[in-house]
């Protein structure tokens, strides 16, 4: 494994993708995804620069972050997260990307000694294995999610489903993008709505293309 190489050819292509789409390289960050890793390689990868990191299981990331504290590390949470588990995590993180539901939200508002940026997760796709709130669901989540003061909507997270077709992926972030553009029009008070968290290893060029701002990548760095 050539972590320099790999690092090189994703930050090149994020590069190309963001002209492709007449954006600078900065608006794209990269999230490193290193829940397939070990804390020895993932120190390797902040050796490298990259500052970001993200994690999925609760367990995974409490070892990853007690091992890298030395270092000045973005923590980034990706996955599904079970109430219960809220107050293990949720002062330690600086982005929470899976907000799938209000019950979700109001354990955080109880648990988070201050403001959380978080990503509502939506499901456009219709997968129903998804995670997510649908379209026609978002309204009356904002209603309620907007009591919680310790949240703030930084913007919307999709995953797009594994077997699409580059049509159908740029249709749906597209779709999201859409979706975050009508809630950052609405203006509300913690609900800013400037990012999308689109796009992975196999789609995140497509990504870029529609407005992607934080781009999850594990499989390309560690392959
Ligand atoms: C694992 C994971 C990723 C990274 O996927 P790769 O295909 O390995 O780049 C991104 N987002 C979420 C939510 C994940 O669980």
Not at 67 to 81: K, R, S
Not at 129 to 157: N, R, T
């Amino acid at each position: 494994m050539d972590l320099q190489k790999n690092k090189d050819k994703i930050f090149q292509k994020v590069k190309l993708a963001a002209a492709k789409a007449n954006r600078s390289e900065d608006s794209v960050r990269v999230v490193a995804v290193t829940k397939h890793v070990d804390s020895q390689l993932t120190r390797e990868i902040v050796r490298l620069g990259l500052k970001d990191l993200a994690e999925n299981r609760v367990d995974k990331f409490l070892t990853k972050y007690h091992d890298l504290q030395e270092n000045d590390i973005t923590w980034h949470f990706i996955g599904n997260l079970q109430r219960r588990k809220v107050k293990d995590i949720i002062n330690l993180i600086d982005y929470f990307h899976a907000l799938d539901s209000v019950k979700l939200a109001r354990e955080i508002q109880k648990r988070a000694d201050k403001k959380v940026k978080c990503f509502l997760e939506v499901n456009l796709s219709g997968e129903e294995s998804k995670h997510g709130f649908s379209v026609d669901e978002v309204d009356d989540a904002l209603e309620e999610i907007a009591q919680c003061d310790k949240i703030e909507l930084i913007g919307l997270m999709t995953m797009a489903p594994l077997k699409a077709s580059p049509q159908s992926l740029a249709e749906l972030f597209e779709k999201t993008n859409q979706l975050r553009k009508s809630l950052q029009e609405k203006n509300r008070k913690n609900m800013p709505f400037t990012e999308l968290s689109m796009g992975m290893s196999s789609d995140f060029e497509i990504a870029i293309q529609h407005g992607s701002t934080f781009v999850r990548i594990g499989t390309s760095f560690f392959k």
